[in-house]
């Protein structure tokens, strides 16, 4: 079994759920005691957020590929960015390393394509939505047509994502209000919903949206496993 590098905190709610999925999914394939094998490197998140409102990416570079070293170093196989948002980065960290990223856009894409998903919505941080690192990947990768809310329900998915879901909470109020998104997502052509950011899964479920949610966090960690399970 290979080692699973996780680069986390960011925020430390997902990457709890990465690390559960992926022992869930290890022992769902091999049964017994078996749980995987992880080696996790998680960082403080609250000067890497005011990093970000301030734009400043290389510093944070800084920090994401030098965790990647250190768990290279320490003996991962291939490494787990434990966030959407910091694929913004993927670049710099794979050029740190010498071993593989795992990107979540790529395990995203191909679990929308394997379920003929040709136009999506996404749902995300600000930078996710309105950045290209993520959209066009997708598109440019895997010829898919990505749809993000308007500007203001922009400010509200990315508001309850900072505000409320990275501090663990989760009230009706954002439930309602993402819901509503969704549905005006749907109306514009949607077929299903990619929820690119690691915390959303904790506040929508597939029950009360009435599209296909496609969730970042679970689709990754699966991914992984296959991954880490196989030879070579």
Known sequence: MKTIGLIGGMSWESTLEYYKLLNLGVKEALGGLHSAKILLHSVDFAPIEAMMQQGSWKSIAAILANAGQGLEKGGADFLLICTNTMHKLAPDIESSVNIPLLHIGDATGEALLAQGIRKVGLLGTAFTMEESFYKDRLAEKFSLEVLVPERLEREVVNR???????????????????????????????????????????LVNQQETGLPLFDTTIIHARKAVALALTDG
């Open 160 to 202: 309850v994502i900072f505000d409320e879901l990275c501090r663990g909470l989760v009230t009706e109020i954002a439930k309602q209000d993402y819901t509503r998104i969704i549905v005006s997502l749907r109306e514009k052509g949607a077929e299903a919903i990619v929820l690119g950011c690691t915390e959303i899964g904790m």
